[in-house]
Nanobody
């Protein structure tokens, strides 16, 4: 079974920084496309950033230039470095893993809360 566990969320003031971590277990981390999504109260879950098996990255326009996604294969971990946080970044952030060979095979973490407030 594939398991994803997020950590690193918390309360931060506008302009501050956080680094989210997602540890993947139960499978070979290197074969998965990884992503971060977020969901604000009353809103649909939206894509934040992705990093593929070839380390290619993609970012939502709303966070481009402020967030950086990366992966460390030796640690089976994907990171989301969040800088210059804004109140509109407040959401539950979810880690996602998907198999390039099978788009129907996806996995989700439990989420970690990020609150940006003064």
């Amino acid at each position: 079974q594939v398991q994803l566990v997020e950590s690193g969320g918390g309360l931060v003031q506008p302009g501050g920084s956080l680094r989210l971590s997602c540890i993947v277990s139960g499978s070979d981390f290197s074969i998965y496309n990884m992503g971060w999504y977020r969901q604000a109260p009353g809103e649909q879950r939206e894509l934040v950033a992705t990093i593929g098996v070839g380390f290619e990255t993609n970012y939502a326009d709303s966070i481009k230039g402020r967030f950086t996604i990366s992966r460390a294969g030796a640690k089976n971990t994907v990171y989301l470095q969040m800088n210059n946080l804004k109140p509109e970044d407040t959401a539950v952030y979810y880690c996602n893993a998907g198999r390039p060979s099978d788009s129907s095979r996806v996995y989700w973490g439990q989420g970690t809360q990020v609150t940006v407030s003064s």
